[in-house]
């Protein structure tokens, strides 16, 4: 089944709103074989500002028991980038 790049975009924009709807673990993000590097990019950066609000909410208090997962975001960036060829 052939998606239209409309219907992938809107894909993609709703996995960005909230990758933890689609994916349990950021590294899925980057095994996804039906997603291009600067999708995942998009959808890993999302994951990591999400993360990390989530982490500061923890280091207050104020969270209500998530993980943030925080690492593993930064981990599946570093490995999108180091597949992709663009190592720091």
Request: overall charge negative; glycine content about 4%; hydrophobic content about 35%.
């Amino acid at each position: 089944m052939s998606q239209t790049p409309s219907t992938h975009e809107s894909k993609v924009c709703d996995v960005i709103s909230d990758p933890t709807k689609a994916y349990d673990h950021p590294m899925d993000v980057v095994r996804d074989d039906q997603l291009e590097a600067g999708e995942k990019l998009r959808i890993l950066e999302s994951w990591k500002k999400d993360a990390e609000l989530l982490s500061r909410a923890q280091d207050e208090n104020m969270a209500g028991g998530e993980r943030p997962q925080l690492q593993d975001v930064v981990l599946a960036i570093q490995e999108l980038e180091r597949i992709s060829g663009r190592i720091n």
